[in-house]
């Protein structure tokens, strides 16, 4: 059963904290995205890779970085978390130069206090 | 920037009955997706419907797409307690550098009723 794993299902840091997210696949997904969740706002872009140590910037990338050094993991960093930050963050993969379906982690609900 | 806006925000309905989400979009799309959210996991993929295609049926599902009016719509047909989820309506949009992406809209939240 194909899978993207998430690392954490709940994570709780302090203001100022430096956080990674990680997501692996085990489908040799070209594609990877990561996704914000909010109430009424629906799922945002954050940043997404297309390949190996390639990164793209998505809808909302302020606060945010990301890192691909294998094709299998991307993560996400917030380099000094805010509380405006707190959320539901996705991890999503997908194959081939076109968008099919995309399979999803089961995310990470992250509360910066 | 949502491209998918859903109708109803949030479906109430008894099982057995059949539940219809309706999806509007903006622009141009290449295909449509509808994926499901059980309450705090992560999305699943339901269908896709290319904008060449009308109907779509996968199981107890059923997607139409009429592009000349930018609409989508998911019906369920026979609802179960199970089918209780945010459904989301997903289109690609062409990105800078040339890259496709999905874009979310914010959901229907349906509710089946034993």
């Known amino acids: 059963d194909v899978k993207v794993t998430q690392s954490s299902r709940y994570l709780v840091k302090r203001t100022g904290e430096k956080v990674f997210l990680e997501c692996v696949q085990d489908m040799d997904h070209e594609n990877m995205f990561w996704y914000r969740q909010d109430p009424g706002l629906g799922l945002r872009l954050i940043y997404f890779?297309?390949?190996?140590?390639?990164?793209e910037k998505g809808d909302i990338p302020e606060g945010y970085s990301v890192s691909r050094e294998k094709k299998e993991r991307f993560s996400l960093i917030l380099e000094s978390a805010s509380t405006n930050q707190t959320s539901m963050y996705l991890c999503a993969s997908s194959s081939g130069p076109r968008t099919y379906g995309y399979t999803f982690g089961s995310g990470t609900r992250l509360t910066v206090v | 920037s949502q491209q998918g806006e859903e109708d109803p925000q949030a479906l109430s309905i008894q099982e057995g009955e059949n539940a219809t989400m309706n999806c509007s979009y903006k622009t141009s799309i290449n295909n449509l997706q509808w994926y499901r959210q059980n309450s705090g996991r992560g999305l699943v993929h339901l269908i896709l419907?290319?904008?060449?295609?009308r109907e779509k049926h996968s199981g107890r599902l059923r997607v139409t797409l009429d592009t000349s009016k930018k609409s989508s719509s998911l019906l369920i047909t026979a609802s179960r307690a199970a089918d209780t989820a945010s459904y989301f309506c997903?289109?690609?949009?062409?990105?800078?550098?040339?890259?496709?992406?999905?874009?979310f809209g914010a959901g229907t939240r349906l509710a089946v009723h034993p």
């Open positions: 419907i290319r904008s060449n295609e």
């Open positions: 890779s297309y390949d190996v140590k390639m990164k």
């Open positions: 997903a289109t690609v949009s062409m990105f800078s550098g040339g890259y496709n992406k999905l874009i």
